[in-house]
């Protein structure tokens, strides 16, 4: 729950691998105290209309998208989350590149279920899409299957190693995230580096890249998140101080599919302040 400021800037819906409908999880929102959250669903604006209509009074809805971003910096290249927020959603160039996005991560999804399949594992690619309910198909609903099938208990336990955390597990398609920040900011809005830290996560970023992303136009790095222990917060706090960047903090809500509930973390209001201040693509609503 909501300690402080109520401000949360990172939450997914069933518009992509949350549990909640765009609809549910503002209500929700309300209902967990919070002033400010933030609908950031993978690769899609598609739950920005339900969410808006659907918005209580008191509670300003900030409209956004948490994008598969991709840095070749490093060999092999590392995978990472840029979250944007304030955009114009219908900004060709971006807006074609969340298209492609989506339609590979699809590909991806058959593929990963071929995969199990040919091991004998009874899930099925029609069972998977009902889960993910017209929504950014991911693989926590390829977990959904898993678990109906009585193979693994728990969307984290399909996570592991010998599951969809590496033995089944596929490349997405992504955005170079250089590219993913300018075409945010030309769309009016502002990023976020998303759990930038998260070690425990997969491979992550050395700082001289963040300071890069810093002068490249990134506004804010994710720095109070249930994936960083407390000395990665203190060095992402540190670093966001550094570069002059603004240090969110937010739970990465999913519903059901995990365990962290919104408002778990909150970003300070001059911190949210400073990032509305520099979007203008749509406003906060
Ligand atoms: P995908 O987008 O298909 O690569 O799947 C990644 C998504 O799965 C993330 O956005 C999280 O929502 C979720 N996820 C990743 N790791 C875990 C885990 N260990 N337990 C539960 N959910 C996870
Ligand atoms: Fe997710
Ligand atoms: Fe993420
Ligand atoms: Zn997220």
């Known amino acids: 729950m909501t300690v402080g400021t109520g401000i949360d800037l990172h939450a997914h819906s069933n518009a992509s691998d949350g549990t909640d409908t765009p609809a549910e999880l503002v209500r929700a929102a309300a209902d967990a105290g919070l002033v400010v959250v933030a609908l950031t669903d993978h690769d899609t604006t598609a739950g920005w209309a339900t969410a808006a209509a659907a918005r209580p009074t008191g509670l300003t809805l900030i409209r956004?998208?948490?994008?598969s971003c991709?840095?070749?910096g490093a060999q092999p290249a590392v995978s990472l989350h840029l979250l944007g927020y304030l955009f114009d959603p219908t900004y060709p160039p971006l807006a074609d590149e969340l298209d492609r996005v989506r339609a590979a991560r699809t590909v991806r999804g058959e593929r990963i279920v071929d995969l199990l399949r040919a091991d004998g594992v009874d899930i099925t690619w029609d069972e998977v899409l009902g889960y993910a309910a017209g929504g950014t198909v991911g693989r926590p609903h390829i977990a959904q299957a898993l678990i109906r099938a009585g193979l693994v208990a728990s969307t984290d336990?399909?996570?592991r190693p010998q599951w969809l955390g590496q033995r089944y597990r596929l490349p997405k398609d992504d955005l170079d995230v250089f590219t993913a920040v300018r075409l945010v900011q030309e769309a009016g809005g502002v990023t976020v580096f998303a759990h930038p830290l998260a070690n425990r996560r997969g491979r992550t970023v050395p700082d001289s890249m963040i300071v890069e992303l810093a002068a490249a136009g990134l506004t804010g790095l994710e720095v109070d998140h249930v994936d960083h222990d407390p000395a990665e917060r203190a060095h992402g706090r540190r670093l966001a101080d550094d570069l002059g960047l603004v240090a969110t903090g937010s739970s990465d809500y999913h519903g059901s599919h995990?365990?962290?509930?919104?408002?778990a973390n909150t970003t300070?209001?001059?911190g949210y302040e400073q990032l509305i201040a520099k979007a203008h693509g749509v406003p906060p609503l």
Not at 64 to 67: K, L, P, S, T, V
């Open 64 to 67: 956004g998208a948490e994008i």
């Open 70 to 72: 991709r840095w070749h």
């Open 157 to 159: 336990e399909a996570f």
């Open 258 to 263: 995990k365990t962290v509930g919104l408002g």
């Open 268 to 270: 300070s209001v001059a």
